[in-house]
């Protein structure tokens, strides 16, 4: 490492970034605990308070902030093939833009268990 | 003729050493392993027509979930002082704060530890929940079915087979019934014998009225001419029945104890995709986290040998900890709070 000898701390940068950590962890538990108008809302408040948390990790703590460009080359690749996955996969598993025939799990699933049971012991 | 200065030579490639390159290619390749986790979470629960999100149901522990994100939060930042203190050479601080991290990456596992233990205890792992009332009553008959086959395999060691086992069963309690004059052991032995016997015609006639779907009340004997009848109709058995009964056998004071482990069944729509997703994510996790401890372990163990030619080491080990740690940042607001 050639910073061996001329090594600047950046222990100042460090414990402010734990603080911003631990104040963000709060703002997610108080947004839990807190009754907001909607399910929507916490969801979005929480993702991004969290999102805020992984840049301060990875901008400090992993020093992706004193790092020259190679991280855009080694990191834009992987951040597009992942979030691909779950692209390629809403049409078909996250989103209902088809009729379903046969009715999934559901309140309808359990009235066709039961009627069938009723079915079976009227057999009896 | 004066000799050309020799040009310096070049670094080819990314200015970085091969072994930091290494691990944030690694790095990629674990973003991806994530995120596909994460992102098929999102997408099951976009899919689904509903999702537990009752912590009672689920028995999620946010508070412990929140503790685990400080523990992991205070852990990093331990790290990136234990790398700080190796290259301003104070070595046995940086010795000092790389065990602060290692106990408390131990803290994590012991607390995700108490969260297992309680889905374990309340049986809320994948393909064990049932998301209807018959599928309730069913496993309520399952359990109950392994508790007889344990206590009688306990009694009576010989036999193998459930048949012989009652039979055997039966056969000592009647000698021990017609033997006059029993001694105190003897006594004592007809006593849990016939518990036995009692607990086990209770899980027959449970089982039979779940599995000809006919209430608690409608007498078993009867059982035999119901299902000679054309057109029957008896109120079918549910789930409140069921679970009452399993409460009855638990107080009472002879079946009780040798009932226990048994406990009523109450069915969680969805339970089964919300335990896969769950113990999938966290269980990964925590195998990412025992690796770190390892890593951990191995530097500890340089001692006072530790020196500033490890700083690369323990960057590298740094780096996996942060991504271990960024992984819990999302998994904590998307399994324990939305």
């Not at chain 1, 992993?62 to 834009?76: D, G, I, N, T």
């Not at chain 1, 379903?100 to 079976?120: C, I, M, W």
């Not at chain 2, 001419?225 to 054309?230: V, Y």
């Not at chain 2, 080491?313 to 709070?337: K, S, T």
């Amino acid at each position: 490492m050639s910073d061996h000898e001329q090594h600047d701390s950046h222990s100042a940068a460090y414990w402010r970034v734990f603080w911003a950590l631990c104040g963000f962890t709060v703002i997610s538990v108080v947004a839990d605990l807190v009754a907001l108008p909607s399910k929507f809302m916490l969801g979005a408040i929480v993702l991004a308070v969290a999102t805020a948390k992984a840049l301060c990790v990875m901008m400090y703590f992993m020093h992706l902030k004193f790092e020259r460009a190679w991280k855009y080359l080694l990191l834009a690749p992987t951040m597009i093939i992942a979030a691909a996955l779950p692209v390629a996969l809403r049409p078909d598993i996250g989103a209902h833009y088809y009729v379903q025939d046969v009715k999934q799990l559901g309140a309808d699933y359990q009235e066709h268990l039961e009627r069938t049971a009723a079915h079976s012991a009227g057999h009896h | 003729m004066t000799h050309a200065v020799a040009a310096p030579t070049l670094k080819m490639g990314i200015p970085i050493s091969n072994a930091k390159l290494g691990m944030w290619l690694f790095l990629g390749t674990e973003i991806m392993f994530f995120t596909a986790f994460i992102g098929t979470y999102i997408v099951m629960r976009m899919g689904s027509l509903g999702w537990p999100t009752d912590t009672h149901v689920t028995h999620i522990n946010i508070f412990l979930g929140g503790t685990n994100t400080f523990v992991l939060i205070v852990s990093s930042y331990f790290v990136v002082v234990s790398h700080d203190c190796l290259l301003s050479h104070q070595y046995a601080k940086a010795w000092k704060f790389m065990l602060f991290t290692l106990i408390l990456g131990f803290v994590f596992l012991s607390i995700k530890g108490v969260e297992y233990t309680g889905k374990f205890q309340h049986d809320i792992l994948p393909g064990h929940i049932p998301e209807n009332n018959l599928q309730a009553m069913d496993k309520v008959v399952h359990q109950f079915g392994k508790l007889m086959d344990r206590r009688l395999a306990a009694a009576f060691p010989k036999q193998s087979k459930r048949e012989d086992q009652k039979t055997e069963l039966d056969n000592r309690i009647k000698s021990l019934n017609e033997k006059s004059g029993r001694s105190p052991a003897e006594e004592q032995e007809l006593k849990s014998m016939s518990n036995l016997a009692k607990l086990n015609s209770e899980y027959v006639s449970l089982k039979e009225h779940v599995r000809s779907n006919l209430a608690l009340k409608v007498p078993l004997a009867n059982f035999d001419a119901i299902r000679k009848e054309e057109h029957a109709s008896y109120d079918p058995v549910n789930l409140d029945d069921v679970n009452k009964k399993v409460e009855e056998i638990l107080a009472d004071k002879e079946l009780g104890p040798l009932a226990s482990g048994l406990g009523p069944a109450h069915p969680i729509l969805y339970g089964n995709l919300f335990a896969s997703n769950y113990f999938l994510m966290t269980g990964f996790h925590a195998i990412h986290v025992i690796i770190g401890l390892f890593m951990f372990i191995l530097v500890l163990m340089k001692g006072g040998r530790l020196c500033v030619d490890d700083a690369i080491l323990v960057e590298n080990i740094g780096l996996y900890w942060h991504f271990v740690d960024l992984v819990w940042i999302f998994l904590f607001p998307l399994l324990y709070i939305i």
